[in-house]
C-alpha cells in the first residue's frame, strides 16, 4: 500500500483480513487526499480514515451457516452433537466460529465443542484433523472458517476412512462446491459474495 502511494494512485481499494496493520496507510492517504475504500476487512483501526468498508458480519454469516446446519442433523434424528473447530487467528475466524456454534444452538442442537485449532494453510488443518482424529474417537462435525479449514479436514477424513464425519467449510469455493455436488461428507459451506462486494464498492 505504501508503494501505491508513492506512485500517486488515485484512489486505494483494500481487501485484507489484518485492518489493524494499517493505521500508517490511513495517514499517508489522508495526507495526499486519496481515498481509501475497504473490502470486508475486519480489525480496523478506530482512527481508521477511510470512506466505506463493504463486506459480511461475519458472525452473522456463520449463524446462518450454524442454523442451515442444525436443521440439517436434526432431520437425520440428531440432536446432540460432538464439533470441532478449524479456524485462523484473526477475528473473521473468531466471529465465523462463534455466529457458527450460535446458529447451531439456535436451530435447537445440543453443541459439545471438543476443539479449536488455528491454522493457515490446507496441509496444516489437515495435519491438525489428524490430531483429533486421533484424540476424540467421536466427532459429529467439523467447521472450517474458510476452504483451505474445510478441504484439509475433508482430506484428512477421506485419508482415515472417517466418512461419518460431516464438514461445513467456508467460502463456497469450487473445490468444496465439487465436493457438495456429489454428495461426499463435505456437506455445505458458506457463501459471502465477494464479486457483489466488489461491484458495490466500485
Not at 19 to 43: H, Y
Not at 88 to 110: M, P, Q, W
Request: charged content about 20%; hydrophobic content about 40%; aromatic content about 10%.
Amino acid at each position: 500500500c505504501i508503494d501505491l502511494i508513492t506512485q500517486g494512485v488515485d484512489v486505494l481499494v483494500i481487501a485484507s483480513w489484518y485492518g489493524d496493520s494499517l493505521s500508517e496507510v490511513f495517514e499517508q492517504c489522508k495526507n495526499a487526499d486519496i481515498p481509501v475504500f475497504m473490502i470486508d476487512t475486519g480489525n480496523l483501526p478506530e482512527d481508521g480514515d477511510y470512506v466505506t468498508n463493504i463486506g459480511t458480519d461475519n458472525f452473522d454469516a456463520g449463524y446462518v451457516g450454524g442454523n442451515w446446519t442444525a436443521k440439517y442433523f436434526i432431520e437425520q434424528g440428531k440432536n446432540d452433537i460432538n464439533m470441532i473447530a478449524f479456524t485462523t487467528a484473526t477475528s473473521i475466524g473468531r466471529d465465523r466460529v462463534d455466529g457458527f456454534v450460535s446458529g447451531l444452538e439456535a436451530g435447537g442442537l445440543n453443541v459439545n465443542k471438543l476443539n479449536e485449532y488455528l491454522g493457515e494453510s490446507r496441509e496444516g488443518f489437515m495435519s491438525h484433523c489428524e490430531d483429533a482424529l486421533t484424540t476424540y474417537e467421536d466427532i459429529d462435525l467439523i467447521f472450517g472458517t474458510n476452504t483451505l479449514a474445510g478441504l484439509g479436514a475433508y482430506d484428512s477424513c477421506v485419508a482415515a476412512d472417517r466418512t461419518e464425519i460431516k464438514i461445513v467449510g467456508f467460502d463456497c469455493e469450487d473445490d468444496e462446491v465439487a465436493l457438495i455436488d456429489s454428495g461426499t461428507q463435505y456437506i455445505a459451506t458458506i457463501k459471502q459474495l465477494p464479486y457483489e462486494m466488489a461491484f458495490q464498492t466500485i
